[in-house]
């Protein structure tokens, strides 16, 4: 008989878990089980999945404080609203990104960056010194160097990223982190070829935004950020 520590019976059932949760999450993000209508039985999420009760119950848990599930005794597991959902819960945004069609999603997204990425723009333009200034053209000409979609992605993110840390405000980093997160993963699904288009005319406009906040005008770095939101988001509509 094979002997199995009770640390690789821990693993083991955290594997199990961990799957069932990403199972029911996406299918409930996707609309598979709309709001208010409820979710399997135990017996039967145990069967379809092949695990036990208690996976069941870790899984369903986790589920319920990411705001996805409610349960209530001699009732069963229904679906909240998906207003109550945590958008905030890195597992919830990207069940949200690997949708087909996460058209919604990607409006409220826009809506929220509007609201603090200009600010922290206009922040940044109050307080930068020359080597924040040097990293943040130097991120500019890898959006205008990059050689792929992945590369021109990954400027973009650090851009952003770091006009967040030049805030110096902790919560519009934290926030800014996850949002970016998500639109990262949103961005690399667009077709390899379609930056280069753009390019040169995205790399310009950041410059604009670096340019304001080296020269320490807070609206006019408030006005570049949004304009370079508004018109990214027109292309990835478009």
Same mark, same amino acid.
């Given at each position: 008989?094979?002997?199995?520590?009770?640390?690789?019976?821990?693993?083991?059932?955290?594997?199990?878990?961990?799957?069932?949760?990403?199972?029911?999450?996406?299918?409930?993000?996707?609309?598979?089980?709309?709001?208010?209508?409820?979710?399997?039985?135990?017996?039967?999420?145990?069967?379809?999945?092949?695990?036990?009760?208690?996976?069941?119950?870790?899984?369903?848990?986790?589920?319920?404080?990411?705001?996805?599930?409610?349960?209530?005794?001699?009732?069963?597991?229904?679906?909240?609203?998906?207003?109550?959902?945590?958008?905030?819960?890195?597992?919830?945004?990207?069940?949200?990104?690997?949708?087909?069609?996460? $058209?919604?999603?990607?409006?409220?997204? %826009?809506?929220?960056?509007?609201?603090? /990425? @200009?600010? #922290?723009?206009?922040?940044? +333009? &109050?307080?930068?010194?020359?080597?924040?200034?040097?990293?943040?053209?130097?991120?500019?000409?890898?959006?205008?160097?990059?050689?792929?979609?992945?590369?021109?992605?990954?400027?973009?993110?650090?851009?952003?990223?770091?006009?967040?840390?030049?805030?110096?405000?902790?919560?519009?980093?934290?926030? $800014?982190?996850?949002?970016?997160?998500? %639109?990262?993963?949103?961005?690399?699904? /667009? @077709?390899? #070829?379609?930056?280069?288009? +753009? &390019?040169?005319?995205?790399?310009?406009?950041?410059?604009?935004?670096?340019?304001?906040?080296?020269?320490?005008?807070?609206?006019?770095?408030?006005?570049?950020?949004?304009?370079?939101?508004?018109?990214?988001?027109?292309?990835?509509?478009?």
């Amino acid at each position: 008989m094979t002997l199995v520590s009770p640390g690789a019976r821990l693993e083991r059932a955290s594997n199990h878990t961990n799957f069932v949760v990403e199972q029911i999450g996406r299918a409930i993000v996707a609309g598979e089980y709309p709001a208010e209508s409820m979710i399997p039985l135990d017996p039967d999420l145990c069967e379809m999945f092949d695990v036990s009760r208690t996976v069941v119950r870790e899984a369903k848990k986790t589920l319920a404080a990411k705001g996805l599930i409610q349960s209530k005794a001699k009732v069963g597991t229904h679906v909240r609203p998906a207003a109550e959902w945590n958008l905030f819960d890195e597992d919830v945004l990207r069940w949200h990104t690997s949708m087909k069609n996460p $058209g919604r999603f990607y409006e409220e997204l %826009l809506e929220i960056r509007l609201i603090f /990425e @200009p600010a #922290a723009a206009a922040q940044a +333009a &109050r307080q930068a010194n020359d080597a924040d200034c040097t990293r943040l053209f130097g991120l500019c000409d890898r959006l205008a160097d990059a050689r792929t979609r992945a590369d021109f992605v990954v400027a973009d993110y650090e851009f952003h990223q770091q006009v967040l840390v030049l805030s110096d405000n902790r919560f519009l980093q934290s926030l $800014g982190h996850i949002v970016q997160t998500a %639109l990262y993963s949103l961005f690399l699904k /667009e @077709p390899e #070829a379609s930056f280069l288009d +753009a &390019r040169a005319e995205v790399a310009g406009n950041h410059r604009l935004i670096a340019k304001a906040i080296c020269n320490g005008l807070p609206a006019e770095a408030h006005e570049a950020m949004a304009r370079v939101i508004r018109d990214g988001h027109l292309r990835a509509a478009g």
